[in-house]
């Protein structure tokens, strides 16, 4: 199945959920308009809803919380993985793509976990798994990038790509889920910096009970 593909079917489930929690505000809502106009309908709608309140809560979150957030969810990977028939200024209509719709379908075709595996020596099936990892964990992962890729003359592409996939998941400007670098330099304050100055707070410490005592 085809990334495309796969987007479409996520899509529709989105949908599916966004417009039965709509479908559910609307009825409680109309039960609300029912309880205001002396009819109590909420007997006939136990146990799902019990009260008015009940159905004022409920109607809350389907439509502010579930509604929207799985609409959103559904409706801008949808049109942004959708051709669009433009017009331009002398009258003809051309069609035009997003960049992420085109992102998608060259990665589909030419990033296959296995052409990646022959590009990087990486099992596919350790790619797949980190994959789904990141994927599962999205805002909680941090990659660490190291400086020397950096001194390469097209390591732009190298960001370009770890940036899709942290914002593909949401892990951009997170607590424990951002992108950084990890220089040697650091490795050098740890495993020289730090024993220098522990053995210099002992030996001031030393001298410091010498001298007061």
């Given at each position: 199945?085809?990334?495309?593909?796969?987007?479409?079917?996520?899509?529709?489930?989105?949908?599916?959920?966004?417009?039965?929690?709509?479908?559910?505000?609307?009825?409680t809502g109309l039960a609300q308009g029912l309880e205001h106009a002396g009819i109590n309908v909420y007997p006939a709608l136990a146990p799902v809803v019990q009260s008015y309140y009940h159905g004022l809560s409920l109607h809350g979150v389907l439509n502010v919380l579930v509604w929207t957030t799985f609409f959103i969810c559904g409706f801008l990977p949808f049109i942004a993985v959708q051709a669009f028939d433009v017009p331009l200024a002398d009258g003809t209509r051309v069609e035009a793509r997003t960049v992420l719709d085109l992102t998608a379908e060259y990665l589909d075709a030419s990033m296959t976990p296995e052409t990646v595996s022959k590009i990087t020596w990486a099992p596919a099936e350790a790619i797949v798994r980190l994959a789904r990892d990141v994927a599962r964990h999205g805002g909680k992962t941090l990659f660490a990038?190291?400086?020397?890729?950096?001194?390469?003359?097209?390591?732009?592409?190298?960001?370009?790509?770890?940036?899709?996939?942290?914002?593909?998941?949401?892990?951009?400007?997170?607590?424990?889920?951002?992108?950084?670098s990890y220089a040697g330099n650091y490795r050098n304050t740890l495993f020289s910096g730090m024993p220098l100055n522990s053995s210099s707070d002992v030996i001031f410490a030393s001298e410091t009970a010498e001298f007061t005592s």
């Open positions: 199945m085809t990334a495309v593909a796969t987007l479409g079917r996520l899509t529709a489930a989105y949908l599916t959920v966004a417009l039965l929690a709509l479908l559910g505000g609307v009825v990038v190291g400086m020397g890729p950096n001194q390469f003359f097209n390591n732009d592409l190298k960001d370009r790509a770890i940036f899709l996939v942290a914002a593909l998941t949401g892990s951009i400007g997170q607590m424990g889920g951002n992108v950084g």
